[in-house]
């Protein structure tokens, strides 16, 4: 069954750093584009970042509010992808989503989530 | 960045309803949309993509039309199941953007 399953989540201050993790099961990560995608609270979504597949180098692109502040990774012994966030601000504040994205013959789009962790960054 | 203004943001109907949703670009993004689902404390759920193609296993009454900057998402008979919050998003270039959403309600 393919699962993708975010953690890391917690409470922190303005100004801090934390580290979200999305650990995929059932599927190897490695042959996927992944995007982060972002909700506030009572708000609509926001495209964080994508980290594209190891034949295309793992490479990134991000969001413009997060551009400098959160850098995408990944492990491959761990099948996981990470999401660094620095000079965290009180906007970060959201439920942070990972999701899969699946090659069609027009394109790569998201077909498997994870269940969501939120990030709280308040003093 | 692309900017995409979605139409109605709320929409009350009841079931058996036709709904139809607007997304409408800044510019030309060819086909570049894909369509998502998304109910209370879930992940979103993709719907379409390329504008209008069903993703596998979404039901026939959902379909989607549209290209360069105008595109609708289109709900047949609406079912007790399809109350929830739909979104846009556009493909076209980094960064990607995602519509406002319209909350379907009854």
């Known amino acids: 069954e393919v699962q993708l399953v975010e953690s890391g989540g917690d409470l922190v201050q303005p100004g801090g750093s934390l580290r979200l993790s999305c650990a995929a099961s059932?599927?190897?990560?490695?042959?996927?584009?992944v995007d982060w995608v972002r909700q506030a609270p009572g708000k609509g979504l926001e495209w964080v970042g994508r980290?594209?597949?190891?034949?295309?180098?793992?490479?990134?692109e991000y969001g413009a509010s997060v551009k400098g502040r959160f850098s995408i990774s990944r492990d491959e012994s761990k099948n996981s992808l990470y999401l660094q966030m620095n000079s965290l601000k009180t906007d970060d504040t959201a439920v942070y989503y990972c999701?899969?994205?699946?090659?069609?013959?027009?394109?790569?789009?998201?077909?498997?989530w994870g269940q969501g962790t939120l990030v709280t960054v308040s003093s | 960045d692309i900017q995409l203004t979605q139409s109605p943001p709320f929409l009350s109907a009841s079931v058996g309803d036709r709904v139809t949703i607007t997304c409408r670009a800044r510019q030309d993004i060819g086909n570049n949309v894909a369509w998502y689902q998304q109910k209370p404390g879930k992940a979103p759920k993709l719907l379409i993509y390329v504008a209008s193609t069903l993703q596998s296993g979404v039901p026939s009454r959902f379909s989607g039309s549209g290209s360069g900057t105008e595109f609708t998402l289109t709900i047949s008979s609406l079912q007790p199941d399809d109350f929830a919050t739909y979104y846009c998003q556009e493909f076209y270039s980094y960064p990607l953007t995602f519509g406002g959403g319209t909350k379907v309600e009854i």
């Open positions: 999701a899969r994205l699946s090659r069609t013959n027009s394109g790569d789009f998201p077909d498997s």
């Open positions: 059932g599927f190897s990560l490695s042959g996927h584009y």
């Open positions: 980290s594209r597949n190891k034949a295309e180098g793992y490479t990134t």
